[in-house]
């Protein structure tokens, strides 16, 4: 049990790791969240949206692209109003998903 404990510690410390300056708080089993980055509440954020992600596998497989340009143009955006990023995570290193929204006409 002791070392079931030290491993889940050790898993738990090893896969932390820093989105930016600003970012939610995450979970270790289980995290779902969607966060904007500096967008006034006011804000229109336009009728298009459009969203690409990067997935990542045991934090050895990583693919995609979740760029703001990749996510403008599968909506057709020529001017964003807004972005919104949007995490998913499986036991913090099984399996991710990050994603880009972009708001906008």
């Known amino acids: ?6 491993f889940l510690i050790l898993v738990y410390f090893t896969s932390c790791r820093t ?5 939610p708080p995450t ?5 779902n969240i969607t966060f904007n980055h500096f967008v006034s509440p006011k804000s229109e ?3 298009r949206q459009g969203k ?8 050895l497989v990583t693919i995609g692209d979740a760029s703001i340009r990749t996510s403008s ?4 955006i020529k001017e964003i109003r807004a972005v ?9 290193f099984v399996y991710e998903e990050f994603c880009v929204i ?3 006409e």
């Open 84 to 92: 919104d990023y949007e995490i998913f995570r499986i036991f913090s």
């Open 27 to 31: 979970g270790f089993f289980y995290e």
């Open 102 to 104: 972009v708001h906008g």
């Open 45 to 47: 954020l336009g009728s």
């Open 73 to 76: 143009a599968v909506a057709g």
């Open 52 to 59: 690409s992600c990067i997935i990542s596998w045991f934090n």
């Open 19 to 23: 989105f930016s300056f600003y970012g």
């Open 1 to 6: 049990m002791k070392k079931l404990l030290l």
